[in-house]
Antibody, heavy 127, light 107 residues
Framework: EVQLVESGGGLVKPGQSLKLSCTTSGFNFGDYAMSWFRQAPGKGLEWVGFIRSTALGGTTEYAASVKGRFTISRDDSRSIAHLQMNSLKTDDSAVYYC??????????????????WGHGTLVTVSS | DIQLTQSPSSLSASVGDRVTITCRPSQSISSSLNWYQQKPGKAPNLLIYAASNLQSGVPSRFSGSGSGTGFTLTISSLQPEDFATYYCQQSHNTPWTFGQGTKVEIK
């Protein structure tokens, strides 16, 4: 059974840092890209960024709103993904979800989707 | 960035009704469109990927269609457990973006 469990959320002050972890099991972690999303209270879903599989270079992409402040990393030996969040702002307050990125190839085109999500961890940035 | 316009933003329907939600990207995205269901306090759940492919374990009353700049999610016969918020999401380009959501409520 595929499982993703986020940890590390909490209450921090503006300007402070927080590191979220996503502990996974039930699949070959190294074969998959991993992505983070967030959802502010009562709002819609927002993509934060993703990290490609190590086989594809382990490179990262980020939303403009977090680029330069957030860093996604992966530890394939422990099947864990991390989201390091620096210089936090009140607008970063949200439930943060870790997710697995699936993909299929159809007529040479690769399509990506999120097939498994963690339960989410709440990050509150407030003075 | 690719904007996704989802409509309606909310709807009221009865059990057994056929429900259709549309999603229109601001530019062509081929078939790189996914649909998710989210219930209050829970993580989203993948329903449809690559526009028309039913995710394993999802009831067959859910279906997706479309390509390019117009997509549809259809629930053929609404069930009590289907009352939730539905989001479309594009993975054609980064940043990945979502529609604003459609809340399906009980009439």
């Amino acid at each position: 059974e595929v499982q993703l469990v986020e940890s590390g959320g909490g209450l921090v002050k503006p300007g402070q840092s927080l590191k979220l972890s996503c502990t996974t099991s039930g699949f070959n972690f190294g074969d998959y890209a991993m992505s983070w999303f967030r959802q502010a209270p009562g709002k819609g879903l927002e993509w934060v960024g993703f990290i490609r599989s190590t086989a594809l270079g382990g490179t990262t992409e980020y939303a403009a709103s977090v680029k330069g402040r957030f860093t996604i990393s992966r530890d394939d030996s422990r099947s864990i993904a991390h989201l390091q969040m620096n210089s936090l702002k009140t607008d970063d307050s949200a439930v943060y979800y870790c997710s697995r990125v699936g993909g299929i190839s159809m007529i040479i085109i690769q399509y990506y989707y999120v097939d498994y999500w963690g339960h989410g961890t709440l990050v509150t940035v407030s003075s | 960035d690719i904007q996704l316009t989802q409509s309606p933003s909310s709807l009221s329907a009865s059990v057994g009704d056929r429900v259709t939600i549309t999603c229109r990207p601001s530019q062509s995205i081929s078939s790189s469109l996914n649909w998710y269901q989210q219930k209050p306090g829970k993580a989203p759940n993948l329903l449809i990927y690559a526009a028309s492919n039913l995710q394993s374990g999802v009831p067959s009353r859910f279906s997706g269609s479309g390509s390019g700049t117009g997509f549809t999610l259809t629930i053929s016969s609404l069930q009590p457990e289907d009352f939730a918020t539905y989001y479309c999401q594009q993975s054609h380009n980064t940043p990945w973006t979502f529609g604003q959501g459609t809340k399906v409520e009980i009439k």
